[in-house]
């Protein structure tokens, strides 16, 4: 049995919100303790989002790792650490691990899933707080200490043999780099993020039915099609507020917060008229039964959450993951919530490419469209329109290979009708010749 994590009931006191189990099914602290540490540093969806990367690592670990004949436990030294990273990496992420100086360069390969850099992340994250948290004596096994080392004399020694650098000001020593390699044992090379194409037009469709399944309540489903319909971050819909909803002229529009804002409301979504009446049919009948004051949509204050757990309190991202993977799972679809937003952006463009008429068009749409993504570098898009141009080549070429098939049964024909008439000329020749003889 693998580690897994669960909530703590209702009634139940406990400074632990969530509780990691190990095989045996005890209480494993060490990733108690490290979730609820990431709650005060990171935001309640990282925090999640590293434990869920981490709790394979350790079932891996307790099996199939090995260090000097013995199984590898994740309070061994550095040195194990970095062994059974490295075995994990290469044989469980199909990574390719290359030794260089004092660290390890990391690449991925067609077979390797998304998640190693987060999986990286969240290890150093791991070991960081465990030393924090006083329950690791060494130093961090992710952390390269010759690079800090390295970096430190960089920036502190003097182009003079023995003497420190002068002041940036007096122009006798080189600038420092402003970027500088990371401290990291694992390095992850050439991992720039590139947006997923998902332009499969039944996705939302196959997730609503995946949720029938398991029995999704209103809110699941209102939040699945708030997902598709808005191109949103899942931490943008599920805190969104009463007031957020009051605050626009329109009824099918929310106002609400963009990654990087620090909680300011710099952005609107907008969604479908039968979500609307799903949102408002939510609020006044199974939101309104965990309401504390049993409020309906109406009498509800501008500051209320508009999504709440059964409990009462304000829907979290691991709770709503929850019912989320649970219904993903069940129809053994691979899908995390993200692709939702990929899936948003294809399938708009893919609309403005068939509606538009002139190029001037589709430069207009497309500016509507990254002004309402509020993304902050703009070239995203190409990589989207990099997809559409290779589809349109596609189509293209389909067209002039279906040209060049039909044009070689033509002269495929006209040969034959050629050999026919030759043929044909052939034998009347040789008639003639008979007759004259």
């Known amino acids: 049995m693998p580690y897994y994590y669960d909530y ?47 709790l394979p690592f350790f079932s891996w670990l307790d099996i199939h790792s090995n260090y000097q004949g013995a199984c590898v436990k994740w309070n061994d030294a550095p040195e194990a650490i970095r062994v059974a990273m490295e075995d994990y990496l290469m044989n469980e992420m199909a990574c390719k691990v290359r030794e260089k100086d004092t660290f390890r360069f990391v690449n991925r390969t067609n077979k390797s899933p998304n998640t190693v850099n987060r999986f990286l992340s969240a290890m150093k994250a791991f070991y960081k707080s465990m030393i924090f948290l006083k329950q690791y004596p060494y130093s961090n096994p992710l952390i390269d200490s010759q690079a800090i080392l390295s970096d430190y004399k ?19 020593e080189d600038p420092i780099p402003a970027r500088r390699l990371t401290d990291s044992f694992f390095k992850l090379i050439n991992e720039e993020w590139q947006p997923q194409i998902i332009d499969d037009p039944h996705l939302p469709f196959q997730v609503y039915q995946a949720g029938k399944k398991v029995n999704w309540s209103q809110r699941e489903t ?60 939510y609020i006044n009948t199974e939101r309104k039964k965990f309401d504390p004051e049993q409020s309906g949509f109406e009498d509800l204050p501008d500051d209320a959450p508009i999504f709440l757990t059964e409990f009462g309190t304000p829907l979290t991202y691991e709770a709503w993951y929850y019912h989320w993977n649970a219904a993903i799972g069940r129809s053994e679809m691979k899908l995390n919530p993200h692709k939702a937003r990929h899936w948003f952006v294809t399938t708009r463009l893919r609309e403005i490419f068939n509606i538009s008429k002139t190029e001037a068009e589709i430069k207009q749409r497309k500016d509507e469209l990254i002004k309402y993504m509020k993304w902050k570098n703009p070239d995203t898009i190409q990589v989207y329109e990099h997809y559409f141009d290779e589809e349109k080549h596609r189509q293209a070429h389909d067209l002039m290979l279906e040209s060049m098939e039909k044009k070689e049964q033509e002269y495929l024909e006209e040969q034959q009708t050629k050999r026919k008439k030759k043929a044909k000329s052939y034998s009347l020749g040789n008639e003639k010749r008979n007759r004259n003889r």
């Open 222 to 281: 209102v939040i699945a099609r708030m997902l598709f319909e808005t191109g949103a971050r899942v931490s943008e819909i599920i805190e969104l507020t009463i007031g957020d909803y009051r605050s626009r002229k329109s009824f099918q529009e929310v106002n609400t917060f963009n990654k990087g804002s620090h909680g300011r409301k710099v952005k609107f979504l907008r969604f479908g008229k039968d979500t609307v009446k799903r949102l408002i049919h």
């Open 8 to 54: 703590c009931p209702e009634g139940v006191k406990s400074r632990y919100s969530l509780l990691v189990f190990d095989p045996y099914e005890e209480p494993f602290l060490p990733l108690t303790d490290f979730y609820h540490d990431q709650l005060g540093r990171k935001s309640r969806s990282t925090a999640f989002s590293y434990l869920q990367c981490l």
């Open 154 to 172: 960089s920036h502190t020694e003097g182009a003079r043999k023995d003497k420190p650098r002068m002041p940036s000001l007096a122009g006798t």
